[in-house]
């Protein structure tokens, strides 16, 4: 049962259109990240906040903005989409200082921009 | 600086077969180390784990044992199944907790 939740799971959109992913999170942690994943399998992080107002650039270059204004939620903008932009984002969180714990991941969301 | 290194894959067995998938790490200090499996349009879902020197971590037949003399966490499965099929990440949590370091992943696919 998951305990963070990404909306929407697929997403077609035409260029240009602003889009906003959801990630949220009931755990109470207070470390978040958003990873983008390419066809070829491999995490590339883009945006992570360690709390409620702070958020920084991961470290692959992205297009993309963040927010933390609430613990349990980290929404990702993308103002303008292009079909670069077409991947799976996966969300997730972890406490912190979280050694022995790992990450709790979202399902992630299909973004393909036409 | 701290990477994770894993077996390219993808990998392709037969059902009941033994599998291995290595992994190698460089870190500094004493980092905690995770297996991840991700099945077909999904996120990734934590494994196993292990956190010192000589742990074994273990679930649903899988395991891996952190071996600080070689830096290495590789997973193995004495029987794969077809449900097996998935791709798996090895991963690396600093000391502090706060970066973790994923490898490139290894796709699996386990055929009947």
């Known amino acids: 049962e998951a305990d963070i939740y990404q909306t929407p799971r697929y997403l077609v959109i035409g260029t240009g259109k602003k889009i906003t992913l959801e990630c949220s999170q009931t755990m109470g942690h207070d470390k978040m990240y958003w990873y983008q994943q390419d066809p070829g399998m491999e995490l590339h992080l883009i945006h992570y906040s360690y709390g409620v107002n702070s958020t920084e650039k991961g470290d692959l270059s992205s297009e993309s903005t963040v927010s933390r204004i609430r613990t349990e939620h980290f929404p990702l903008t993308l103002e303008s989409a292009r079909p670069s932009h077409t991947s799976q984002y996966l969300c997730a969180s972890s406490e912190f200082g979280s050694l022995a714990y790992g990450y709790t991941f979202g399902s992630g969301t299909r973004l393909t921009v036409v | 600086g701290n990477s994770v290194t894993q077996m390219e894959g993808p990998v392709t067995l037969s059902e009941e077969a033994f599998l291995t998938i290595n992994c190698t790490y460089t870190a500094t200090g004493y980092p905690s180390l995770f297996w991840y499996v991700q099945y077909p349009g999904e996120g990734l879902q934590l494994l196993l784990k292990a956190t010192k020197a000589d742990d074994k971590g273990s679930n649903k037949g899988f395991e891996a044992t952190y071996r600080k003399e070689t830096t290495s966490f590789h997973l193995e499965k004495g029987s794969v199944q077809v449900s097996d099929s998935a791709v798996y990440f090895c991963?690396?949590?600093?000391?502090?907790?706060?970066?973790?370091?994923f490898g490139t992943g290894t796709s699996l696919t386990v055929i009947p």
């Open positions: 991963a690396l949590s600093d000391q502090s907790g706060n970066q973790f370091y």
